[in-house]
């Protein structure tokens, strides 16, 4: 909801909220995944992500990551992606190894990540 309300304030963020992630095969809705708002003054961007727990570790997250890393990089407004996970979450941290993001650094509970379009395969 509040990414609608700020939608409403500045159309220019469409793009740069929630996608809803959907399985072709099954018609539905899986997980949804997107920016944490529109780039920054560097051009960085943060993504997350969450998945229907039954849609873990089949490689919808990786796919859909790649998919919006790649519109991402078409923009030509954003240079760096970063993304943040809990360590008790490895998972998600495969996810963002899969898509080349490399370790900024951790702290006890976090570890943080970072993709320079030089990195993307």
């Not at 990089?73 to 998600?92: C, G, H, M, Q, Y």
């Not at 190894?97 to 509970?109: G, P």
Request: aromatic letters at 10%; a neutral charge.
């Amino acid at each position: 909801m509040q990414h609608l309300h700020a939608l409403k304030e500045d159309p220019a963020l469409l793009y740069w909220g929630v996608w809803l992630v959907k399985r072709k095969a099954a018609d539905k809705i899986i997980g949804d995944m997107g920016f944490k708002g529109r780039p920054d003054e560097n051009k960085t961007a943060e993504v997350g992500y969450g998945f229907l727990e039954s849609c873990w570790n089949k490689g919808y997250a990786t796919e859909a990551l790649a998919a919006l890393l790649n519109w991402a990089k078409r923009t030509a407004e954003v240079e760096k992606v970063i993304a943040e996970t809990r360590l008790d979450n490895p998972a998600s941290m495969r996810v963002l190894e899969k898509v080349n993001m490399k370790k900024e650094k951790q702290t006890e509970s976090m570890l943080y990540r970072e993709l320079d379009w030089e990195d993307i395969h």
